[in-house]
């Protein structure tokens, strides 16, 4: 579990125990339960080298332990964003059966997300019928985990193909979950959606302040709008404003963010609710 404290910043930290634990697991010292060794590789997606996680994650299939879909969970995550649409949504379409036969609410709804978030680049409203079953199994189960990873993905394709309102209201959950947790991996996450919603509705300076904090190797490469929005901020606003605004976010700390993005998020609130 120690590999996981990526999600509070401390990712070369993670690297590091992620080398230690393949050795163990290699040598046949170690085995983890329910086939929850894919969750090692969470660290190469933080600095954006999916390929090392689904080679992982192959390489624990053939051991065939996976009894709760936990690895084909990862590994159709990692396909994603290596780019493999087709086969991470070939694994996905295996996992929804197999995760609700096990009668585990948490492995139900990480199924339906890694589902939902392999066909959310083609297939919109498929992505968002999983998402929203699962972040019901979530919430009902009281696993606030997998709901904000859900809420997110949710956000992600409301602000797109969606309501806006909506989008504000999953991603203001992923925050709050995320900031109550301590995880900053996840606010940043959650942050780059934002920047590009708002990007989206014309407020630029603020998309441009978030954009400071949010963008990572991770961020750039699950979230792609956030890099799509960067590019027009920086035509929008002039390069040098652009730097002045992403430098203020990135020193500012997670909680002061936290707090400018909730002001921020009741402003435009406001204004889609009052056009006029």
């Not at 690297?15 to 393949?22: Q, S, T, V």
């Not at 949504?89 to 939902?116: K, Q, Y």
């Not at 998402?131 to 696993?143: E, F, H, K, P, T």
């Not at 954009?211 to 901020?233: D, Q, R, V, Y």
């Amino acid at each position: 579990m120690a590999t996981q404290c990526w999600m509070v910043g401390r990712v070369e930290t993670a690297l590091g125990y992620e080398d230690a634990a393949h050795r163990v697991i290699g040598s046949g010292r170690g085995q983890m339960p329910f086939g929850i060794e894919s969750f090692i590789g969470g660290a190469y997606l933080a600095i954006g080298q999916p390929e090392r996680t689904v080679e992982l994650c192959r390489a624990q299939l053939a051991q065939g332990r996976d009894s709760y879909g936990f690895t084909r969970v990862s590994l159709v995550l990692a396909l994603t964003l290596a780019g493999s649409h087709d086969e991470a949504m070939a694994v996905g379409r295996s996992l929804i059966d197999s995760a609700e036969a096990t009668r585990n609410p948490w492995a139900h709804s990480l199924a339906l997300f890694s589902c939902g978030f392999a066909f959310s680049a083609t297939d919109s409203v498929r992505a968002l019928d999983a998402m929203r079953r699962g972040l019901v199994i979530a919430q009902d189960s009281g696993n606030r985990a997998n709901e904000s990873l859900l809420a997110a993905t949710v956000s992600r394709i409301e602000a797109e193909h969606g309501d806006p309102l909506a989008a504000l209201d999953y991603v203001t959950l992923t925050i709050r979950n995320y900031h109550d947790a301590g995880n900053t991996s996840g606010v940043c996450d959650a942050l780059a959606i934002l920047a590009a919603l708002f990007d989206r509705l014309g407020r630029h300076q603020p998309a441009a302040t978030m954009a400071g904090l949010a963008l990572s190797p991770f961020t750039a490469m699950a979230i792609p709008e956030i890099n799509t929005a960067i590019t027009h901020l920086r035509d929008v606003l002039g390069e040098a404003t652009y730097e002045s605004l992403a430098r203020k976010g990135e020193t500012m700390t997670t909680a002061a963010m936290v707090t400018y993005a909730d002001d921020q998020i009741d402003q435009a609130r406001t204004q889609l609710e009052h056009p006029d």
